[in-house]
């Protein structure tokens, strides 16, 4: 039996994340979830320390929400914007759409230098 740190199954309990930033950090983080989706937990599974924590399954994870600044994100499902410019990971999985439309995120302090030099910034206020 999956160790629940003495806990009871957390049946319909869901983690909830909201990316804040869709960059490399998040497309990776959107393909390990479904790649590892039915991970068996009974099992050792490469990549991955636990596969149930907390009585949590990775398939508990659900994306609720998610921000970004540049024009080639913003207004995209999450699942497409995973791969909109400068985004370079390796493609591990194939997300299906979440149903999740990036919004626009604050920039109350401004792009930043560099990143202001590759992408172009989404209109609109923050």
Not at 26 to 34: I, T
Not at 36 to 59: C, E, I, N, S
Not at 95 to 120: A, F, Q, W
């Amino acid at each position: 039996m999956t160790s629940r740190n003495g806990k009871a199954p957390r049946a319909k309990d869901r983690v909830r994340v909201a990316i804040i930033g869709v960059g490399n950090c998040a497309n990776s983080l959107l393909q390990g979830v479904e790649y590892y989706k039915d991970a068996d937990p009974q099992t050792f599974v490469p990549g991955l320390m636990h596969v149930d924590l907390g009585g949590y399954h990775v398939r508990d994870i659900e994306f609720t929400a998610a921000f970004d600044v540049t024009a080639d994100k913003v207004g995209k499902d999450l699942a497409e914007a995973i791969w909109a410019h400068p985004n370079d990971t390796y493609r591990f999985a194939d997300v299906p759409k979440t149903g999740i439309t990036v919004s626009r995120g604050m920039t109350h302090d401004g792009l930043g230098k560099y990143l202001s030099e590759v992408v172009r910034k989404a209109p609109g206020e923050t």
